[in-house]
């Protein structure tokens, strides 16, 4: 058995589509998401639970964001030794969670500070 995910960013050719079984993945809650990013994270837990909440408010903006962006944003976080949000840090590390350019353009125009209710 073979298990192949995908974010859609690349077509997955329909020869190899008729052969596989379809299972749509729903993201995780906002609860199931914060547990998850919790191993071997430093983070406090409110900082954690914001920094969550964010990626979830970035969803709604339709970008390509799964789980592990999430997990790479704590980490990152982590590293940098980041304890709360605000409008530097996230400005400075959203190359960590968005793969593209036009979704950090749009994240940028839309405001840093008002998606952080700042």
């Known amino acids: ?14 020869a190899l589509k008729r052969r596989c079984l379809y299972h749509w993945i729903e993201y ?3 609860q199931k998401e914060i547990a998850m990013s919790m191993r071997g994270c430093q983070m406090l837990v409110n900082d954690l639970v914001s920094s ?12 390509l964001l799964g789980v592990a962006e999430t997990l790479d944003w704590v980490a990152a976080l982590t590293a940098l030794d980041r304890t709360a949000l ?21 994240v ?7 998606m952080l209710g700042q």
Do not use: C, W
């Open 1 to 14: 058995m073979v298990v192949l995910t995908s974010n859609r960013t690349r077509e997955i050719h329909d």
């Open 28 to 30: 995780p809650t906002i």
């Open 52 to 63: 969550v909440a964010f990626v979830h408010e970035l969803r709604q903006l339709d970008l």
């Open 86 to 106: 605000d409008p530097e840090t996230v400005d400075d590390t959203l190359g960590a969670i968005l793969k593209y350019q036009d979704d950090i353009a749009a």
């Open 108 to 114: 940028r125009k839309r405001g840093v500070r008002t």
